[in-house]
């Protein structure tokens, strides 16, 4: 688990499992095994990688090479540089290198060119073709010498038609020219002009977004503001007066509170634990049902209180430090999220913002508001990013980060759009307790964690 902390460690790996075994599988080699190999691989099949999760492997190494600005040249030397006025940076070092092959970026090229992502594709496809060249490596799994050929024109960005005089009944190479030219005029338009990244363009904080997950974590409030403070807190309540609870107060609009320690190591393992076997991928409200979204992707399962005495010791600490009733249905029962290669959350709200979202299924109003877990630590990425509130909190293990969702009035606090960015470097853990606006006396909301009007 710890060498699939590194998504270039991780990509590969999938990548092996879901096609390099098919290679040997129905290599010549294993004719003479075949039924022994064949039958091993049915039986390991449902718990392979599927084709999805290895385009999910490589999409993620395109966010990642996005949002942290990352070169593709680092990325398949192992490093994860980004270049900054002709300046290169480590945006993290890792311990052991993992290198990518020319067919690994090719098949990052090859799943970008197949949606149609020619800005990636061109990218990932010449250094595949950079990677064949240098190493002097033959094109060993197709066995052919004219994909690395057409891939040799693409970097100069014509397909010549002499390919086809190679061997004009090869249907491979003519499908791969074929494939070339379009991608080639989809990729050079007439006049010019670079190509842009895709869905750049959705997403209008986008700038915001990155700026805040490429800072790791800052809070340049602290210095700009000196009403922020840390203390000890006890919210007046005898439980936590022996051990009060450290409390950061990251932003005063919105209020945004991290509580330090706010479980154990133990806990957070326990939590993790739990929910391991109902891990299911993430989905997001659209409409009035849910559906799984490019801009969530991570996997979460839920866990009532009545799981294991470790949720519920929870839910009454996240009560004494909020005072709110966070008992279902008044809080929806605890959300555990686990973030893979480039996993990530875009900005969004937690709050409805729609009267038919799925929120109000439980009778109990609106979220008023959001206590989240760091239930594990990254080495890189993975912050927490409050975008019109300009700051991102680095993920703090074991610590606790809680905000109002809404205004007194009930009205969303927009505000409050943050994201979780996407994790460059280990396996994040959260895990979220939303609570709603019914059954609070909201005796909090006038003293300790009040939210501005
Ligand atoms: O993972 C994060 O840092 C944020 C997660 C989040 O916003 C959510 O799950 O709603
Ligand atoms: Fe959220």
């Not at 010498?145 to 014509?158: C, Q």
């Not at 190679?166 to 003519?174: F, I, K, S």
């Not at 609870?245 to 932003?251: D, F, G, N, T, Y």
């Not at 609106?366 to 019109?388: D, H, K, P």
């Amino acid at each position: 688990a710890a060498a699939m902390a590194n998504p270039l460690a991780a990509f590969t790996l999938i990548k092996r499992l879901h096609s390099e075994w098919l290679n040997v599988v129905f290599s010549n080699e294993a004719l003479e095994n075949a039924q022994a190999l064949r039958s091993s691989y049915e039986e390991e099949r449902a718990e392979l990688p599927r084709l999805a999760d290895l385009q999910g492997a490589a999409r993620g190494l395109m966010r990642l090479q996005d949002v942290y600005a990352l070169q593709v040249s680092g990325l398949a030397s192992g490093r994860f540089r980004r270049v900054t006025d002709g300046v290169p940076t480590d945006v993290y070092l890792p311990s052991k290198a993992v290198l990518l092959s020319g067919d690994d970026c090719f098949l990052v090229g090859k799943v970008a060119y197949e949606q149609q992502d020619y800005y990636h594709s061109v990218q990932w496809l010449e250094e595949s073709v950079r990677l064949f060249r240098g190493a002097g490596r033959r094109w060993s799994p197709e066995n052919e010498g004219t994909l690395e050929d057409a891939l040799d024109h693409l970097t100069r960005r014509s397909v010549s038609q002499e390919l086809l005089h190679h061997d004009p009944t090869n249907g491979r190479v003519l499908k791969n020219v074929e494939e070339y030219e379009n991608l080639l005029a989809s990729a050079a338009p007439p006049g010019g002009g670079g190509l842009r990244r895709p869905g750049s363009t959705h997403l209008r904080t986008r700038g915001t977004y990155e700026r805040l997950c490429r800072t790791q974590g800052s809070q340049p409030m602290h210095f700009r503001n000196p009403r922020l403070y840390c203390d000890f807190f006890t919210n007046g309540r005898p439980a936590l007066l022996l051990r009060p609870v450290r409390r950061e107060v990251l932003s005063l609009r919105p209020l945004v509170v991290l509580f330090h320690d706010f479980v154990t190591d133990a806990e957070a393992e326990g939590v993790k634990g739990l929910a391991q076997s109902g891990l299911r991928r993430s989905v997001v409200a659209a409409g009035e049902k849910q559906a799984a979204a490019d801009y969530r992707i991570s996997k979460s399962a839920w866990l009532k209180d009545s799981a294991h005495s470790v949720v519920e010791k929870l839910d009454q600490r996240i009560s004494l430090v909020t005072g709110l009733n966070v008992k279902h249905p008044y809080g929806e029962y605890l959300q555990v999220v686990n973030y893979g290669i480039g996993g990530h959350y875009e900005p969004h709200f937690d709050h409805a913002t729609s009267p038919s979202s799925p929120v109000f299924r439980l009778k109990t109003g609106n979220r008023v508001a959001t206590f989240m877990i760091y239930l594990s630590s990254v080495e890189a990425g993975g912050s927490t990013a409050f975008i019109y509130a300009n700051f991102s909190v680095p993920v703090v293990e074991r610590a606790a980060i809680f905000w109002w969702n809404l205004h007194r009035n009930g009205e969303g606090d927009e505000d409050t759009l943050h994201a979780g960015c996407p994790v460059l470097i280990g396996d994040k853990w959260v895990a979220n307790k939303w609570i709603h606006e019914f059954g609070q006396e909201f005796g909090e909301r006038r003293c300790g964690l009040s939210p501005v009007e």
